[in-house]
Structure formats: C-alpha cells, structure tokens
C-alpha cells in the first residue's frame, strides 16, 4: 500500500504482514524492500547513504531469515552486504545496492572481497522480486 501524502513528489510503499500466533493477530507494517538470506551463512546488512556513509550499525542476518529496510531508509538509501565476520572470514562490504539498480537488472552476481588479497573473494547471487505490472515499481 501506498502512504499519504507524498513526500517530495514520492509514493512510499509499506508492507503490511498479518499472523496469527497463540490465537493472537500480530500485525506488521515495514518497508517493501526486504533482504532474504538463502545462504547457509549469517550474513551482515549496513544501509548507508549516497556517499557510502553508514547510516545504521550491521544488522545480522540468519540463514532463512529476513530482514527489511528500515522504512525510512528504503526509498533514498541504499545497502551493503558481507559475510558476517567469524568462522576464518574476513570479507569487506559489497558495493552499495539500491532498489532502482536491483529493478533494472533483476539477477547479479554481489562480490565480497577479503581482507587478505591471495584468498578468494565471496560471492552472493542477488535477485530482485517485484511485479513489473505494478505502478508502485516504477
């Protein structure tokens, strides 16, 4: 759904999430763009502005796990991901990933360099779901 009033000439999208849970409805709303990790590793989100400054601290994320951009970071901001550190990794972030990007070409390949230049970087394989009929996508 839509918020009102625009801001800016912008229609925000937010996403409305309704369970039931011991009898009880748990209603939750959050941003549209949602970070899905289907590797078998915990990996790390930072959202960061157009100049690569953070604007948040890392957010974990669990194998199977989700986790969304923070609703008023989703529109302007963008992302970055890694490997969380542990487990012999030290991986540095992906370049930053914004949703435009990600509707303009739907499949990449995200790169994580190591910190060590002789090991391999890690490599995620992104992909952006969206309906291309709907004009809150464009």
């Not at 949602?34 to 790390?44: K, M, Y």
């Not at 157009?50 to 601290?57: E, I, L, P």
Request: glycine share 4%.
């Amino acid at each position: 759904m839509s918020l009102r009033p625009r801001l800016d000439t912008v229609s925000h999208q937010i996403a409305c999430e309704i369970k039931l849970e011991n009898n009880v409805k748990i209603i939750t709303f959050r941003s549209t763009l949602n970070v899905e990790n289907q590797t078998s590793l915990p990996i790390e989100m930072i959202v960061v502005d157009s100049h690569g400054k953070a604007s948040t601290g890392a957010l974990r994320i669990d194998p199977g796990q989700s986790m969304p951009m923070p609703l008023i970071d989703a529109y302007e901001k963008r992302f970055r991901l890694r490997p969380l550190k542990g487990f012999n990794f030290d991986y540095s972030w992906s370049l930053p990933l914004h949703w435009r990007q990600l509707m303009s070409r739907p499949i990449r390949s995200i790169s994580c360099k190591h910190q060590t230049p002789k090991e391999p970087a890690f490599f995620f394989q992104g992909q952006a779901i969206f309906d291309e009929k709907d004009p809150g996508t464009r």
